[in-house]
């Protein structure tokens, strides 16, 4: 693909993006919608690293329950934390 062809595809996505989003170059963002406030905030963040069958049992567990990967692991906590305070 020649240079000329590239940046005009870069542009093509460039315009597009802008069109789609409604945004101009330079606009600031407008801020997000503020709801309900929650009963259960949850502000932190946590990474974890997993295996292939840790992720692979995780998937599986969201799947079959219709919950969330975060709300598996959140349960595990409880039921973990549970049983230490037995």
Same mark, same amino acid.
């Given at each position: 693909?020649?240079?000329?062809?590239?940046?005009?595809?870069?542009?093509?996505?460039?315009?597009?993006?802008?069109?789609?989003?409604?945004?101009?170059?330079? !606009?600031?963002?407008?801020?997000?919608?503020?709801?309900?406030? #929650? &009963?259960?905030? /949850?502000?932190?963040?946590? *990474?974890?690293?997993?295996?292939?069958? !840790?992720?692979?049992?995780?998937?599986?567990?969201?799947?079959? #329950? &219709?919950?969330? /990967?975060?709300?598996?692991? *959140?349960?595990?906590?409880?039921?973990?934390?549970?049983?230490?305070?037995?």
């Amino acid at each position: 693909m020649s240079k000329i062809s590239q940046k005009a595809l870069d542009l093509r996505r460039y315009i597009s993006y802008n069109y789609i989003n409604g945004a101009k170059e330079g !606009d600031a963002v407008p801020p997000k919608k503020m709801g309900r406030p #929650t &009963n259960d905030p /949850k502000e932190l963040s946590v *990474r974890i690293r997993l295996s292939n069958d !840790d992720e692979r049992m995780l998937r599986y567990c969201s799947e079959k #329950t &219709n919950l969330t /990967k975060a709300e598996i692991i *959140r349960r595990g906590i409880r039921e973990v934390f549970q049983q230490l305070q037995k």
